[in-house]
């Protein structure tokens, strides 16, 4: 089923309830069906039944993608104030194995007021950033050129890939392979530094349960991936996450336990660049619920970055854990 891609920006979030269910779900490479539309502010919105309405919605693409992301979300939309805006996602215009899988890219360019590539078949919309089957990566940004940097696990044996384009907006990719470094690493998330780095949160192929650090700097030297978990649990699934100050040298790692009961949240982080590491720390239990329910993060977990005065925020999905059993209610 074809489905819009819609990444949203200036817009309330509206929660979406459904019965309470076990923990059942895992990843999986290929389904169907992920929806997901960019809203641009207008100076002079109208207005909805009394109450302003922030943007207008632009349709930038399209995909059959069910999991477009295994665990939390990540950064699929960024600004590079100077330029424009990038948006990622994984795209497909198949069911069942989707050959044609791929990271795809689209470019909000200020100085025309246009999107570079927009098609009334929405599906057409956008550009292919690897010439290969490739997929689970994500968008960064560099904050000094204002390019694109883009990230998917792809090939055999499987090995992450970061592609970098020419210039902000030309959908024109170079490319640095993991491989041989980082071959058997999968699901590469990345976030890039205020000097350039692009900062890398891995998961092991064999297990697809451990959390591994690498970086690529200078571009394109990438590191041996480094275990980062230790002494604190593994993920157990793949749900890292990984964000980049932009006004220092500052990293953070995040990840969820999800064997716990209920499941731990933790984090991770350098001061100077991924060199050296602070040692885990496990995130405080946030106040959601009450009485015999427990609260618990989610697979969906967790969300880190930094704000312009160095400061670290993580935005956390967290489930009920009633009994002895955590039910799916992201809150």
Known sequence: MRRTVSLALLVPAFLLASALHPVTTLPQEDGSAQSTGLVRQVENPPSVAGEAVLGVVDTVGGTTMDWFFNGPSYRSLLNSPEYGMHVAWMY???????????????????????????????????????????????????????????????????????????????GLFEYCSGSPNADAYQWPYISVGGSGAVHIALIDAASADQIFYAKVDPWCEFSIPVGAAAPQPDPMFPNQN??????????????????????????????DGGVTWQNPEELPWPYAYGGDTLTSYHISSLFPFFDLNDELHIVASLMPFVGGQGYIIPA
Do not use: C
């Open 242 to 271: 990984v964000a980049a100050s932009k006004v220092s040298d500052k990293v953070v790692l995040t990840w969820e336990y999800s064997e716990g009961s209920p499941d731990p949240g933790f984090y991770r982080i350098s001061e």
């Open 92 to 170: 497909s215009a198949t069911d069942g194995a989707m050959p044609d899988r791929n990271m795809r890219y689209n470019f909000y360019d200020y100085s025309i007021g246009e999107w570079n590539w927009v098609d009334p078949d929405f599906m057409q919309s956008g550009v292919n950033v690897y010439t290969e089957r490739s997929g689970f990566g994500n968008l960064g940004a560099d904050p000094a050129t204002g390019v694109a940097v883009v990230s998917a696990h792809l090939g055999s044996p499987i090995h992450p890939e970061i592609a970098r384009d020419l210039a902000p907006g030309a």
